[in-house]
């Protein structure tokens, strides 16, 4: 007995699903493991007063989702593969919970979009603090890579009393003021925000579509089996 055209098509879905779920886990996780010992990051991780920041938070779940991806990938693309009931069983409740936290995180996210944008807003005001205190070369690469990406200057925005050097100036005001860098991560996340729950409502629908073609290929490897034992029951 052998897969019917429905169940062999979401077995080829989960092997593609999971070829691009491995991709991402990888991504993540040497995304994570990069910022954590990189030369220009890892000293944040060795000040114990950014041990709680939203930066190194952020990179720890980098380092966790690609683990965690990566994980859920062996049984999804054993039990696929090798029709195997048993790692697809797991792999149906590691997706439902991961499909759970996408959209949860998504939600939560996007309701409590203000308070996050002041946290990250607060982590880049709490670095150049340090870095006006010792000022730790690290540090300076990344509030300098801060200020590049979102053209933005330090925490006052006036180029002449910022302790480090500010953007190129698009304009001839911004040559005496420049947006600073906490008002604009802060406005940046909120109006972000809708993008970004989309992004996580979008990547667990994906998820819930891969559990929807894992729990149908599923049935039919159940049916299969039920039916090879009738057979041979028949036979003898």
């Known amino acids: 007995m052998a897969l019917d055209g429905c169940g062999i098509f979401c077995k080829y879905v989960l092997i ?12 993540f996780l040497g995304l994570g493991l990069w910022l954590r010992f990189s030369d220009n990051t890892r000293g944040i991780f060795e000040i114990d007063a950014l041990s709680s920041t ?39 409740v590691l997706l439902t919970l991961l499909a759970i936290a996408a959209i949860g995180i998504g939600v939560i996210t996007y309701t409590q979009r203000v308070e996050v944008g002041q946290r990250i807003a607060e982590f880049y005001s709490s670095l150049y603090a340090l870095y006006v205190t010792n000022g730790d070369p690290v540090i300076r690469v990344t509030l300098t890579f801060i200020q590049e990406m979102l053209h933005c200057c330090g925490v006052t925005g006036v180029p002449l009393v910022e302790t480090l050097k500010c953007p ?4 001839t005001t911004e040559h005496l003021i420049m947006p600073n860098c906490p008002q604009v991560i802060s406005s940046q996340f909120d109006s ?10 979008g990547t667990g629908s994906l998820l819930v579509i891969a559990l929807v073609c894992s729990i149908v290929l ?12 009738a ?3 028949a036979v003898y």
Do not use: W
């Open 218 to 229: 599923l049935k039919q490897l159940r049916t299969v089996q039920e039916e090879v034992k």
């Open 168 to 171: 190129k100036p698009a304009s």
């Open 54 to 92: 939203t930066f190194v938070i952020a990179v720890t779940v980098l380092i966790t989702l690609g683990s965690v991806m990566l994980f859920v990938v062996i049984f999804g693309d054993y039990g696929a593969c090798n029709e195997k009931r048993c790692a697809l069983q797991v792999f149906n």
């Open 231 to 233: 057979s041979y029951g």
């Open 16 to 27: 593609i699903f999971n070829i691009i779920f491995a991709t991402l886990g990888f991504a």
């Open 192 to 201: 972000q925000a809708p993008l970004m729950l989309g992004i996580f409502v």
